[in-house]
């Protein structure tokens, strides 16, 4: 068989790009509001059906003298499936249980007929441009800075609605960290009307997994998420040696 032909079938066997992460990965954060360490957000990705869906979950628990006083276990769950069309969530759960609130949220994502059905929305919801769920976008921007990218737009559904969310490239660094120097890119959201910023900053040793992620909201508290464990080894940041603008 011509090298070309043999080409052809690989990519036609093959529904999107692959990204070596999604082979299946698992990771550890501390999730801190203004500096004070509540908990940790631990993260696992399975591959399935010879990587035709991902099977992504995340688990936050409060931890230390925290959970002394807060109880609250947030657990998401996210069945994604690969497809031609590329990145494709199928099912997104979230249930926050344990504490004196309690949320149990489901969509379901039907992309033939082309809506999502949420459980707090009576009504079928379109399904628009670039449309995820709060797990899966996140796939979407490790797959899509590991091929250049460098702008994105999502409808993200979360538990309470489908936001629209733009992140941009900032800035690029250098950084040290357990797993040595680590290039790092920086992304942002922010919106001029209020004080609400989401920012993300990926590493490309680690085939940009965020190795950071940072919300601040509308009063000006700050909630951070920082890798403290990779694919069971630990992992930490050190101080920042530099700064420079990201150049090809």
Not at 190 to 198: A, G, L, P, Q, V
Request: glycine share 4%.
């Amino acid at each position: 068989m011509r090298p070309i032909l043999l080409l052809f079938f690989i990519l036609q066997a093959s529904p999107v790009i692959a990204h070596p992460l999604f082979k299946g990965f698992t990771a550890d954060y501390s999730v801190s509001r203004n500096g004070t360490i509540l908990g940790v957000s631990k993260r696992r990705l399975v591959m399935r059906e010879d990587g035709k869906i991902l099977d992504y979950a995340s688990t936050t628990i409060p931890q230390g003298v925290i959970a002394l006083f807060i109880s609250d276990r947030f657990m998401e769950h996210s069945l994604i499936h690969i497809t031609s069309k590329g990145i494709q969530p199928r099912r997104y759960d979230y249930q926050r249980t344990g504490g004196k609130k309690e949320i149990i949220f489901q969509a379901r994502f039907d992309w033939q007929k082309n809506h999502i059905l949420m459980s707090n929305q009576q009504a079928p919801q379109a399904i628009l441009p670039n449309t995820q769920d709060l797990l899966s976008f996140q796939l979407v921007l490790m797959k899509g800075l590991y091929l250049g990218q460098r702008q994105f737009k999502f409808h993200i559904v979360d538990h309470k609605r489908i936001q629209q969310q733009t992140l941009n490239y900032t800035q690029a660094q250098k950084i040290n960290s357990s797993h040595g120097e680590l290039d790092v890119l920086q992304l942002e959201q922010h919106t001029e009307k209020n004080k609400y910023r989401f920012s993300f900053r990926c590493a490309k040793q680690l085939y940009y997994l965020p190795v950071s992620i940072r919300k601040t909201e509308q009063d000006g508290d700050v909630i951070e998420l920082n890798l403290t464990r990779f694919n069971n080894k630990p992992f930490h940041l050190y101080k920042q040696q530099e700064e420079e603008e990201y150049s090809d």
